[in-house]
Nanobody, 115 residues
Framework: QVQLVESGGGLVQAGGSLRLSCAASGSIFSSNAMAWYRQAPEKERELVARITRGGDTNYGDSVKGRFTISRDNAKNTVYLQMNSLKPEDTAVYYC?????????WGQGTQVTVSS
């Protein structure tokens, strides 16, 4: 059974920074890609960032140059460093473990950026 627990969300002013963490249970973390998605009210869910098991990364266009995804396989944890935050970054952020057979989602953490 895979469980993902996000933390680090909260309220921040525009221009500020937050770091999200996602701790995964189970033994399959290091052999699979991880991703962060987000969903704002009345908007579709969108990919924020993705990192392969080897550390290759890709980002959504709206966050390139501001967000950084990283992982620590020894701690079964993936991170999302968010800098230069904008009000349009306000959303629930989800951590996702991507496997061949299924994707596993965390419960989400709220990020609110005030102007």
């Amino acid at each position: 059974q895979v469980q993902l627990v996000e933390s680090g969300g909260g309220l921040v002013q525009a221009g500020g920074s937050l770091r999200l963490s996602c701790a995964a249970s189970g033994s399959i973390f290091s052999s699979n890609a991880m991703a962060w998605y987000r969903q704002a009210p009345e908007k579709e869910r969108e990919l924020v960032a993705r990192i392969t098991r080897g550390g290759d990364t890709n980002y959504g266009d709206s966050v390139k140059g501001r967000f950084t995804i990283s992982r620590d396989n020894a701690k079964n944890t993936v991170y999302l460093q968010m800098n230069s935050l904008k009000p349009e970054d306000t959303a629930v952020y989800y951590c996702v473990l991507l496997t061949y057979y299924a994707n596993y989602w965390g419960q989400g953490t709220q990020v609110t950026v005030s102007s």
